[in-house]
């Protein structure tokens, strides 16, 4: 979200690193995850003048990470698929193409007490929890989804409706209704059809020609990254400021004119706002009509809770493990040293267990340890051999 771009209009044609564009327009960006930090890459190499301002104490946002072994990690599971064209393009024009791998996954389901290996066409065909007629239903799904072009149409269904009609009754109740559930809880019905294609085209189309699912991952973690993008504005005279939290806006005849952090007062002549949309009403609230920022704050955003185990052995070969059993309590188990190897990590094996849900639930309120606690049971039953 942006406010008073009255500035002239900024060009999207790029420009080269020799043709710097002089422009006195300051622009503040709060928020330095890679939607930030992307948008003050853009900007400097148009020549504005931009501060980022990010209250961690490091830049990546979502994709920021601590340290393992002296190796930084991701805080969420991150990869690429291989179609993922505007993050692909970005690190070739950063010239770190040498810095991305491809490696082949392994994708399965945890249902019913039972691991089911999902990542080849013969896997599917091997999905017992399916009868074999909507075994090659979900197959020809899986392809078709992938074929839509007008988008457009699905935009009055949920993805419950529409997957009802395409799939059928069977499919949705075993492969799909778990996952929406586990990732969406209370909004699962309400999820578009658009979204849910979108995601089935983008996993659909990171396969390779024997139909494994490839995926990309950037070397030192997506930290590696964002640190390429802020070394890249700070070349081109942009600064970044961590530690910093933006407590409020200076607006002066119905321009913001500058933003208030606890330690200063920043000019500026725009800003761009890249929080959640209800911290950006809180801002914008006294300079806005009321009607305004209460539509920000309709947005209703779930929490999510990420358990990361660092462990001496592996749980499983598997890198992504759906789980579509109602009585576990994280709707993934990710084991990122079957993508990663463990060697980056000293030997040691990444597990993360995910869990959305709302704010108000017991597990979000829950300390390290309560959590910890709380999931060891559950990773037993799945996995007998596992001890704290």
């Not at 928020?31 to 003050?40: D, N, R, S, V």
């Not at 994709?63 to 393992?68: D, E, I, K, R």
């Not at 060697?343 to 959305?356: A, D, F, N, P, Q």
Request: hydrophobic share 40%.
């Amino acid at each position: 979200m942006s406010f008073n771009l009255s500035f002239p209009l900024i060009s999207t044609s790029q420009t080269s690193d020799d043709e710097h564009i002089k422009n006195t327009s300051h622009i503040t960006i709060i928020g330095g995850g890679f939607t930030g930090l992307t948008a003050a890459y853009e900007l400097t190499r148009q020549g504005f003048r931009v501060t980022v301002l990010e209250r961690d104490s490091e830049v990546g946002g979502l994709a920021g990470s601590f340290q393992v072994n002296g190796e930084k990690l991701e805080k969420f599971y991150h990869h690429w698929f291989t179609n993922d064209q505007h993050v692909m393009n970005l690190v070739k024009e950063l010239e770190a193409e040498d810095q991305v791998v491809y490696r082949p996954t392994r994708t399965g389901i945890y249902y019913a007490n039972n691991f089911f290996k999902l990542s080849s066409p013969l896997d599917l065909l091997n999905f017992k929890p399916l009868n074999w007629f909507n075994r090659i239903r979900l197959g020809l799904f899986a392809l078709w989804a992938r074929r839509i072009k007008n988008w457009q149409k699905l935009e009055s269904l949920t993805a419950k409706e529409w997957l009802l009609t395409v799939c059928g009754k069977q499919v949705y109740q075993v492969v799909w209704e778990p996952l929406l559930r586990g990732k969406f809880g209370p909004f699962a019905e309400t999820v578009s059809a658009v979204w849910f294609w979108n995601k089935v085209k983008l996993r659909g189309g990171s396969r390779a020609k024997d139909g494994a699912e490839m995926l990309a991952y950037y070397r030192g973690g997506f930290a590696a990254l964002a640190q390429r993008l802020a070394d890249s504005i700070a070349f081109r005279g942009g600064e970044i400021k961590t530690n910093t939290t933006v407590e409020g806006l200076i607006v002066k005849n119905g321009r913001v004119i500058g933003v208030k952090t606890a330690n200063e007062m920043i000019e500026t002549d725009a800003v761009i706002a890249t929080p959640a949309l209800p911290i950006i009403a809180d801002l914008i609230d006294p300079y806005v009509p009321p009607e305004y920022s209460d539509k920000l704050r309709q947005i209703q955003y779930l929490a999510n809770v990420c358990l990361v185990l660092q462990l001496n052995q592996s749980l499983s070969k598997t890198y992504w493990l759906n789980v579509n059993d109602p009585n576990f309590p994280f709707v993934g188990v990710i084991e990122h040293t079957n993508f990663e190897p463990k060697e980056t990590y000293g030997g040691r094996h990444i597990v993360y267990l995910s869990k959305y849900l709302p704010e108000t639930e017991e597990l979000y309120q829950m300390n390290d340890q309560e959590a910890l606690n709380y999931a060891i049971p559950y990773i037993q039953r799945m996995f007998p051999e596992f001890r704290p």
